[in-house]
């Protein structure tokens, strides 16, 4: 097993064949986009923490297209699609007893997020 410096783990991660796949769907947010998590419940696999279900991020960047793992966790195929870092002011999760300038990044894909109204 190969240990990786943490210079390395962004390229390794960005870069697994394992995961990454091309697809046909549009690119439908870019840096700077209000999103919203969806406030979904599904039975079984999930990448969507609860803790965000609900509230508003902004997208920070797009990683490419991989393997949208709900799916695939349940035999029901790949299903690739993008994936978006967003960005979460802790406020907007915890309320005012949040510390001041902090947040939380999640990577997201398409199916977990819509524009914010």
């Known amino acids: 097993m190969k240990i990786l410096e943490k210079e390395q783990v962004y390229a390794a ?3 697994n064949p394992v995961y990454v796949r091309p697809t046909d769907l549009p690119i439908r947010f870019t840096a700077g986009d209000r999103v919203q998590a969806k406030n979904i419940h599904p039975r079984g696999h999930t990448r969507l923490p609860r803790y965000v279900r609900g509230k508003t991020g902004t997208v920070v960047r797009r990683h490419g297209s991989f393997v949208f793992p709900d799916t695939f966790a349940h035999g029901k195929g790949e299903k690739p699609q993008h994936v978006y870092s967003v960005r979460f002011e802790a406020r907007e999760l915890w ?23």
């Open 13 to 15: 991660v960005k870069t």
């Open 95 to 117: 309320g005012e007893q949040a510390e001041d300038n902090s947040a939380v990044y999640l990577d997201l894909w398409d199916d977990y997020i819509v524009p914010a109204t």
